[in-house]
Structures are given as C-alpha cells and as structure tokens.
RNA sequence: GGGCCCAUAGUUCAGCUUGGAUAGAAUUGCUGCCUGCGGAGCAGUUGGUCGAGGGUUCGAGUCCCUCUGGGCCCGCCA
C-alpha cells in the first residue's frame, strides 16, 4: 500500500524534472534496487535521456539530480507535501536512486498494516464476474498427483480473484458420459467385477480407478465384445433415463463424492458442478449447434474421410478440420465443449434449473445443475453470463482450448472472453516410476496414465507428508493428544503439499519425485508457518497490550526489511491477480517469511530493556502475522500458532 | 511434416512481460550458532562459458534469427 505512494511521489518528482527541462512526458521507469545500497527505489531515466542529450548516463544522472531533483525535493519538503523520499542520488552505473525517510516510511506503513482492516486489498476486478472452471477429473478414478497441480493452480487462482474484487464462481465439469466412465460399466455390468471394493477398506474413487479401470483395459484386447458392449454403454449414456444409465449415475455420484473428498482435504472451494449428461441432454447443444451453422462456422462434409460428418474450420490453415458431430449423429467431446463454454459466459439461455448437491468443509454448498425444473430452488446464486470464463487444463489441452477460444470470440466482439489457463503437466522422475514397479527406460522422467495404472495417488502423497509432519510435531510436543498432533501433521501435510504446487511456473514441467516432496525444509509451505508460530509465541507471551507504538524506533536493517516487504503486499497481489500467477505470491510469502526470520534470529523483542522499543517491535510482529495470516491463506495455507 | 513449451550452480528453480548496477533462492557438501522469543531456523563457504552460433544496441540471461537437445499436441478418444 505504501510501497504504491512512494513509487507515485518518485514519479511526481521526476515528471516535474522533466517538464522543467523541457521534456515533459518523456517515459521512464522506476524499479527495484537489487541491493539496499542502490537506495530504496531506483529509475532508469538518465539512461533515456542520455541518448537525448549524447552524454554518459552517469553525467546526465548527477546533472539531473544536482540542478533539478534536489530543489524540487527542497521544496516540496518545505510545503509538506512528500512524506516518503527523503533523497536522490545519482549513481556511477547511471541509475538515479531515491532514499526513502526510513521512520516516517515505517510509521505509516505499520499503522496501515495494522489498522486497515483489509491491509493488502487492491481493486483489480472491480466486481467483474468470473467463472473459473478446475479439476474436472473424469469421474472413474481417484486423483492423482497430476490432478493435484489443477486443483491447486484453480483454487489459489480462485482465492486471489476472490480477494482482488472478482465475483468468482467455481466449476467443476463432469464427463459423466465419457469412455472412461463407460469402462468401468463394462467391468462391472459386463466383465463380473464387483460393484463393492473387496476386503480392505477402500475409497470407492480408488478401487474404480487404481483396480477396475486398470484391469478392464487389460482385458480388451483378448475379449473384443466388451468393446461392443462399451459402445452400447455409451449410447445409452447419451440418451440417458435407462436402467444402466441410472447405474451408471449412481457409480459416477460415488466416485465424484470421494474425489470431492480428496480436493475438499486440500482446502479446494467449489461453487458449482456440472454434468456433462445434462449438457447433452438439454436443448443447450440444439441452440448453439444452430448458432455455428448461421454464423457458417461449422458443415457437413460430403466426402473425404470425414465424410458425413460435421466439421468446424481451423483457425489455422495449417491446422485440419475438427469434427463435432460424428457420421452416427453423436458429439465428440468437443462439440460438449462449445455449449458449455458458451453457457459460462452467457451466450445462450441458461436451460438450468439448479439445487443444493452437498455442504462443503467451508460451510458453502455446493449447488449442481438439474433439469427438472421442481427440484429448482429459486434463490440460488446466478452462475451464468459471466464476464469472463477461466479454464485451468494443462497445456496439452491447448489446440482444443484455442478452437473452443476462436469459436467464442465469434459470438461477440471480445477477446479474451474465453481463457484457457494452461500449464504443463506433472511426470513422475525415473526414481519414483521405478519405485512404482514401472519399467522405465533411460528417459528421465515418465508420463502418468491412470489407465495404465502410473500414479502417485494425490490422497497417499498427503498421508506420507503428514507422516513424516507427525514425526516432527510429536517430537516437539511429546505431551500433545493423538487428536492435536493429527490436526496440526494434517495442516502442515497440506501446506507442504501445495506450496509445492504453485512454487513453480505454469509453463514448468513438474517432475514429481516422491522422496523430495516429503522435504519440509527451506522453500516450503512449512516454512511460512513455522515462521507465523514463532512470532505468534512472541505475542503470547508478551504482556504489552496494545498501544500506540514509536514505530520511527524501527530502523535496524533487518527491521527496515520486514517493513519494506509489508510494504509491497498490495502490489504483489496485483501483480498476480492480473498475469494469473500464483507463483509470485508464493514467492512473496517466502520472502517475507525469511525477512522475519532473520529478525527474530538477531533482534530480541520480549527481552529489549527499553519499552519503547520492545512495545514498538511487539506492534511489527504483529504487523508481519498479520500480512503472513492473509498471504498464506491466498495460498491456502493455514497459518498455525504451534506446530 | 505442422504447432506449442522448456534449456541459468551437482540437483530443483527465480530473474526474461518493460534490456542496464556484482545473475539470485532452495537443496546437496563443508564450517559455525540453542544456560537467549521454538535450531522445521540463522550466518558463512564451495559451486555459473545463463544450451550453441549469429544479429539489434552505448549495453543482452532478458529482444530478433538460425541451430542443437528435451517435453507435449496434431483421432468420427476424452
């Protein structure tokens, strides 16, 4: 918040310089320093008008400072009117650097971090609504740690949207009418598999995906006529209301609950579940099947080898012809695709009616669609015609996502209406393949297939971080109950699990190697909240109460750190709600978390003699909690008192 | 064949949008720091031809071109 004053009072500054000299409006920039020796803000403007005048930037620089910075700051000095730039400099690599007034800067930092109630808050959305769409794991099988990165990715994008004024709906889409579903039908309709795990206690998602899906594919190749009955499954899905359809609705609700089960253990929010079936099933496809052929976007072709079927142009010419409507009348995935990307954001009526599907851990329901329209409830949240929908699929969904994209911009003049928010998948490393009984080659890292059964499943990562977190804790806390080391290994297993996600660009193949992800050490989501706990067991302990502090008694350098990063939380949080990524606040949170480490390790709080200087960093650990608690929580990271 | 992405320390990654000061973290190895507010920490140290070559520029890890190496996509699967 006040990182944002001083960077516009170094504009003010320089913007009068300029005009002075007769270059009003010339562009510069200002930017960090890499080093607290270049001062606390730095501009690169002699270096543009260097070239003006043909001179060495240094020159330029000292003249500039010299004649025209230092009377402008004298003067606005004497009328009052700067309140954080104490000084410029011009320094020999050319940069001009300006020095802030390091107790006021602390004070009104402080006192806004402290009492501003939404510390952190800048307006990106101005209430623009967004339907942001993750996870959409087919419903036949457990997640995966592949899935783990979407569902984190989507989450920690939903919270930042949330916080920076976006109106954000959740959805999660299920292909509950797709071949993966109809696989494990043939298994248990058709191949005599049980409809209940055997034995052992199993998670239904599990059993279906690590187990049935895995083994009817195996028996496909010898016993062709499950591929028959699977083709009939599928029609029988599309048209839905049958007994094995009904079967199959019931399996599939299963399966979700326990996926939802997983992300929900993740600390994942959903708004919304969509049904693929009830896509087809409504008039939605009807409508915008006519919409493409008046807009001549789509046709049937007569010969080739897609013939008698409907295809839509590339957007490329490179690119081939894309079918949506197979020779047999039926859709392709894609053609699923369209409607309901045109539904997110209002382009066709909303053929919906909708009702309460579960309560969430977060207290909010989770709503689904229906299409019978008694079952609706008449106050429900408006989930379509929003401004703006987010897809979050990994990028080797980027040719489909782009045709769905193009196919948007078409219904309205908008860009950008449509965004796919691609990434690259996760691969597991050669070790832990290999540890996996999969037989790998050379490669260093291997693709995962859940119907070949290469995974780490998402809800054994977990456990085995927790493991390892419970170990840690219980150490530390010997007399802790089972219940309270549970709790706190379970909150730090999940910290760990999705820094771990986000720490990485979205164009960063992860390769996910099980031995290092247990790691809670160094770059970690452990390592935020071990950081909150310390300062938490300062303030407990401290019998200070609150009051006014002498916050200008802050000026140690490693105070002066803490504070500059306090500083900046606004603008970090800009940054990534605007770019979409959430790895620039997960780096943020560590930075400020190592900031206050460093304090803590030189600089005593509870045990200063002088009070107003013990009171005065009592009020900046409070002002660091306060600005980790919100940070982490965009992460959705439990930020905890003890661990 | 066409398209997308990646290449920076032994390893995993920042930095590239908008070119500029001594290229930063984490981890590994080695060395210190708990009769100090929690050592899941802190400090120090070892470790880099920024894949290669060319171009633009006063200046390139960052921009442009070519090449090499790796990943992914290109179905009447989803």
Redesign the pocket.
């Known amino acids: 918040m006040t990182f944002r004053k001083l960077v516009s009072e170094a504009e003010h500054l320089i913007s009068i310089g300029l005009s002075n000299l007769g270059h009003a409006g010339h562009k510069f920039?200002l930017?960090d320093?890499?080093?607290p020796?270049?001062?606390d803000l730095?501009s690169?403007v002699a270096?543009?008008l260097?070239?003006v005048y043909d001179v060495k930037?240094y020159q330029f620089a000292q003249e500039f400072v010299e004649n025209y910075l230092r009377p402008i700051i004298r003067d606005e000095h004497e009328k009052g009117s700067l309140s954080m730039i104490a000084s410029a400099e011009a320094?020999p690599?050319?940069?001009i650097?300006f020095r802030t007034n390091n107790d006021t800067f602390s004070e009104i930092t402080l006192s806004r971090a402290l009492e501003d109630p939404s510390y952190g808050f800048w307006d990106v959305g101005g209430g623009r609504r967004v339907n942001l769409e993750h996870t959409s794991v087919?419903p036949n099988k457990a997640l995966h740690v592949g899935h783990l990165r979407n569902v984190i990715l989507g989450d920690v994008i939903y919270r930042i949207l949330q916080f920076t004024n976006h109106a954000v709906k959740v959805l999660n889409y299920v292909?509950d009418s797709?071949?993966?579903v109809a696989d494990i039908i043939v298994a248990f309709k058709f191949a005599g598999f049980p409809v209940e795990p055997p034995s052992k206690p199993m998670k239904f998602d599990r059993y279906c995906g690590d187990y049935v899906y895995v083994k009817v594919n195996e028996l496909y190749p010898t016993k062709p006529s499950l591929l028959e009955k699977r083709r009939y499954i599928?029609k029988e899905l599309e048209v839905g209301q049958s007994e094995l359809a009904k079967f199959a609705s019931t399996i599939v609700l299963r399966v979700l609950l326990d996926q939802l089960t997983t992300c929900w253990r993740m600390k994942a929010h959903y708004d919304l579940v969509n049904f693929?079936s009830q896509i087809v099933l409504s008039d939605l496809w009807d409508r915008t099947f006519d919409w493409l052929k008046n807009k001549g976007l789509v046709q049937l072709a007569k010969e080739g080898?897609?013939?008698?079927?409907w295809t839509i142009n590339p957007e490329?010419a490179?690119?081939?012809e894309?079918?949506i409507v197979?020779?047999?009348g039926?859709?392709?995935?894609?053609a699923?695709d369209i409607p309901y990307a045109a539904w997110k954001v209002g382009f066709v009526n909303d053929p919906f009616s909708y009702r309460e599907f579960c309560d969430q851990w977060d207290n909010t329901v989770l709503w689904t669609t229906t299409l019978d329209i008694s079952q609706d409830k008449s106050e429900h949240p408006d989930f379509t015609s929003a401004d703006k929908a987010i897809t979050v699929i990994d990028?080797?969904?980027?040719?489909?996502q782009c045709i769905i994209s193009c196919v948007l911009s078409k219904f309205q003049q908008s860009d950008n209406i449509y965004l796919h928010l691609?990434y690259?998948?996760v691969?597991l490393s050669s070790r832990t393949a290999h540890n996996l009984g999969t037989i790998i080659d050379a490669?260093?890292?291997v693709?995962m297939s859940g119907r070949k059964g290469i995974q780490v499943n998402a809800d054994d990562l977990i456990d085995l971080v927790k493991l390892k977190?419970y170990e840690?804790?219980s150490s530390?806390?010997p007399g802790y109950s089972k219940e309270r080391l549970e709790m706190?290994a379970e909150s730090?297993a999940v910290s760990a699990v999705r820094y771990n996600m986000i720490?990485?660009?979205l164009?960063?193949?992860?390769?996910f190697d099980i031995t290092?992800s247990i790691?809670?050490?160094?770059?970690?989501g452990?390592?935020l909240q071990?950081?909150y706990?310390?300062a938490q067991?300062?303030l407990e302990?401290s019998r200070e109460k609150y009051c006014r502090a002498p916050l200008s008694k802050l000026n140690s350098e490693p105070e002066i750190r803490i504070i500059r990063v306090i500083s900046k939380f606004d603008l970090v949080i800009e940054n990534a709600a605007r770019?979409l990524?959430p790895?620039?606040l997960a780096?943020y949170v560590?930075t400020l978390?190592?900031a206050f480490?460093?304090f803590?390790?030189?600089?005593?709080?509870?045990?200063e003699d002088n009070r107003e200087i013990r009171i005065a960093r009592i009020a900046l650990v409070n002002a660091f909690c306060k600005c980790l608690e919100v940070a982490s929580g965009l992460l959705g990271i439990q930020s905890?008192?003890?661990?």
């Open positions: 920039e930017l320093p890499p080093k020796e270049f001062g730095s690169n270096f543009e260097s070239k930037p320094h690599g050319g940069y650097n087919n292909d797709g071949l993966q599928l693929e080898k897609n013939a008698g079927c490329r490179s690119d081939q894309k079918v197979r020779s047999d039926t859709l392709t995935y894609i699923k990028s080797r969904q980027s040719r489909l691609g690259e998948p691969s490669k260093h890292s693709q977190a840690e804790v530390r806390h706190l730090i720490k990485y660009d164009d960063k193949n992860i390769v290092e790691n809670l050490d160094g770059d970690t452990p390592y071990y950081a706990a310390r067991r300062i302990k770019s990524k790895k620039i780096k560590h978390a190592t480490n460093v803590y390790e030189t600089t005593p709080v509870l045990k905890l008192k003890e661990m």
